[in-house]
């Protein structure tokens, strides 16, 4: 039994536990996203109500989450959402937590975007539907927007997500993101698909050992999705169309030659706000630039 005690009591013995296992800013952070997800008030306003008296079944609470976190379990988890570019999205066991790598994917994606007046959008293998959501929100011209997922586990999230932000436009297809082919040309396609040799998956981070293995892991040292979906999305994008995909640590050189062999031009490697090269880009020649001994 925990006995009463205050709030702001309570934040700093959380904090304090939440120490052994992370830097004290982020055990500060975490305490306080624990408490406002128990009791609705964000930092300030736990500043504010600090010295308002916690039940013991509140107290108890928290002490069963702070329980699982210290196991390892992903905060996100805890939480139940997550936000990616701005936009609050709902995350749980069997769904992938967005990650901010991936908003530099969803960057040049928007970038690709200006190009095309009413682009046919499609991304693939979308897990909890961060880059769909955020793609139908920032690109209201967008014409259509495929989002394909495969796993029993991550689709309810994909559909929660794509209808608490009431995007209309966005078609979720539960398929195989190897085997589908879109109905009609698309513009342009973004995946980050699972990308982790299995090398990479024995060592993985605890928190990450509790996310999805499909969605992490893939076959020829990881570069197995990349190989077959560079071949298959030249032949779904429309002429000039774009494709990016977001890349694992040192993947971007193999991916770029992939992408090479399956005919893409204008292939670039974008670094992310470390320096990691995160994102591999080319695009379908444009007719206008075919040469004449290729028309
Ligand atoms: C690395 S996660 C990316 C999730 C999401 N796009 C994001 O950035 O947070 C890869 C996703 O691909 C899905 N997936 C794995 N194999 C697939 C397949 N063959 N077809 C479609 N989706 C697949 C997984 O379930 C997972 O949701």
Not at 6 to 11: A, D, I, P, Q, V
Not at 275 to 286: D, L, N
Request: charged share 25%; hydrophobic share 45%.
């Amino acid at each position: 039994m925990v006995e009463a005690m205050g709030l702001w009591e309570l934040y700093q013995q959380a904090a304090r536990e939440l120490s052994a296992r992370m830097p004290e800013r982020e055990a500060s952070f975490e305490a306080f996203c624990l408490l406002e997800k128990l009791f609705g008030w964000n930092k300030n306003q736990v500043l504010l109500h600090k010295d308002q008296e916690v039940s013991p079944e509140q107290a108890e609470n928290l002490a069963a989450l702070l329980e699982k976190r210290k196991s390892g379990y992903p905060l996100q988890y805890l939480l139940g959402s997550w936000d990616f570019w701005g936009y609050d999205f709902q995350v749980g066991e069997g769904v992938l937590i967005p990650r901010a790598d991936t908003e530099t994917l969803c960057e040049a994606v928007l970038t690709a975007a200006k190009d095309f007046p009413a682009p046919v959008i499609c991304d693939l293998c979308s897990g909890s539907g961060c880059l769909p959501v955020v793609y139908a929100k920032e690109l209201p011209q967008a014409r259509r927007i495929y989002a394909v997922e495969l796993s029993e586990a991550a689709l309810p999230y994909l559909r929660a997500n794509v209808e608490r932000h009431g995007c209309e436009n966005v078609r979720i297809v539960p398929e195989d993101a190897l085997r589908w082919t879109p109905p009609e040309p698309l513009h342009i396609i973004s995946a980050n698909p699972p990308y982790l040799s299995a090398d990479e998956m024995a060592q993985l981070q605890k928190e990450v050992s509790f996310e999805p293995k499909m969605a992490l892991e893939a076959p020829e040292n990881g570069l197995y999705f990349y190989r077959i979906l560079s071949r298959r999305c030249y032949d779904w994008l429309a002429e000039g169309g774009f494709l990016a995909f977001e890349v694992g640590y040192r993947q971007a050189a193999a991916v770029a030659e992939l992408m090479k062999k399956a005919a893409y031009t204008d292939i670039r490697i974008i670094a992310d706000l470390c320096g990691v090269e995160r994102v591999v880009s080319g695009r379908k020649k444009a007719a206008a630039s075919l040469s004449p001994a290729t028309v």
